[in-house]
């Protein structure tokens, strides 16, 4: 089994900054693309940022310029370091990791999700 455990988020004025970490723990033996995903009520779910292995990055339009994302590979962690937020930021954020398992196949994990909210 693999547990993806976020923490950070909160509320938080426009313009103001926040930062997610998503750590990944259980049977790995090895992580490839990490990255966060989000949903807004009444939108679709959506990619924000994505980060590969090999650390790679790609954004979603709407954050490029004010979300940056990293990840420490010893520590199995992806961190979103968010600035510069908008009201319309606000979303429940989640983790994703694929994860290859010491005696298995490629699986996607999901974090439970941490909610973002962005006062105007």
């Known amino acids: 089994q693999v547990q993806l455990v976020e923490s950070g988020g909160g509320l938080v004025q426009a313009g103001g900054s926040l930062g997610l970490s998503c750590v990944a723990s259980?049977?790995?033996?090895?992580?490839?693309?990490m990255g966060w995903y989000r949903q807004a009520p009444g939108k679709q779910y959506e990619v924000v940022a994505l980060?590969?292995?090999?650390?790679?990055?790609d954004y979603a339009d709407s954050v490029k310029g004010r979300f940056a994302i990293s990840r420490d590979n010893a520590r199995n962690t992806v961190y979103l370091q968010m600035n510069k937020l908008k009201p319309e930021d606000s979303a429940v954020y989640y983790c994703?990791?694929?994860?290859?398992?010491?005696?298995?196949?490629?699986?996607?994990?999901w974090g439970q999700g941490t909610q973002v909210t962005v006062s105007s």
């Open positions: 994703h990791a694929s994860v290859l398992p010491p005696q298995g196949t490629w699986g996607d994990y």
């Open positions: 259980g049977s790995i033996f090895s992580i490839g693309t």
């Open positions: 980060v590969t292995s090999t650390y790679t990055t």
